[in-house]
């Protein structure tokens, strides 16, 4: 899908500040630094519109994209940033849980893992977590450039045996902002969630 003007509307912290409007929405969620607001980016063929860093931590609010006025994304704060305090931790965790449990508009997350590791014990918890909100899941294992391409079916094995995968609400795709692979399968997801 092309989006022709992508605008940042928003940086919340608080529900008051989300948008008002009935658009339905998809999430970006991950550890932090594993590649979100470059997916974004890359989604929109815009560099530099969401803010990536090669320091973890770089994004702190929920932010609020709108499409030409037909979804919106949102780039939700990375977790297990280890370097943040804990009570700015926790803070973050409320904002983030608030978000993604009583979000109406909310139509299915994006939830990336590198696919060079294994599965944090925090990716576990939020698929499990989205899972019991019956959440829509992409997972979506980046930087797969970093992986040989022989082992890609390795790593989607892998993967969905660690999160002991359910097919029924959840999909998984490998993705590359590098050599630039995986945007069409991650949009075709979107779409057929959000129904643009
Ligand atoms: P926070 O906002 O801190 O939570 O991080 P984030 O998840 O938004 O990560 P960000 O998009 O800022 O990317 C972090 C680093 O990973 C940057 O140095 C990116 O250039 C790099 N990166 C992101 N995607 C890829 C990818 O597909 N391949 C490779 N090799 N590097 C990537
Ligand atoms: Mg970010």
Not at 9 to 24: C, N, T
Not at 61 to 75: A, H, M, P, S
Not at 124 to 142: D, E, S
Request: aromatic residues 10%; glycine residues 6%.
């Amino acid at each position: 899908m092309k989006i022709i003007n992508p605008k940042l509307i928003i940086s919340a912290v608080a529900p008051k500040q989300y948008p008002d409007g009935q658009l339905p929405e998809v999430a970006f969620v991950g550890r932090s630094n594993v590649g979100k607001s470059t997916l974004i980016n890359t989604l929109l063929q815009r560099n530099g519109l969401a803010r990536t860093s090669s320091q973890p931590g770089k994004t702190q609010t929920l932010n609020f994209y709108n499409l030409d006025e037909k979804l919106y994304f949102v780039d939700v704060p990375g977790y297990g940033y280890a370097k943040v305090s804990k009570a700015q931790r926790e803070q973050f965790g409320q904002m983030v849980e608030a978000y993604l449990s009583s979000r109406k508009q909310l139509r299915g997350v994006v939830s990336l893992m590198d696919a060079r590791m294994e599965p944090t014990e925090d990716d576990k918890l939020m698929y499990n977590w989205l899972a019991y909100y019956q959440v829509p899941i992409l997972v979506v294992a980046t930087k797969a450039d970093k992986v040989a391409r022989g082992k890609h079916n390795a790593v989607e094995s892998r993967i969905k045996k660690s999160l002991n995968f359910q097919p029924q609400f959840s999909s998984l795709a490998l993705f590359s902002a590098v050599e630039k692979f995986g945007s069409q399968e991650i949009w075709d997801w979107i779409q057929k969630q959000s129904g643009v």
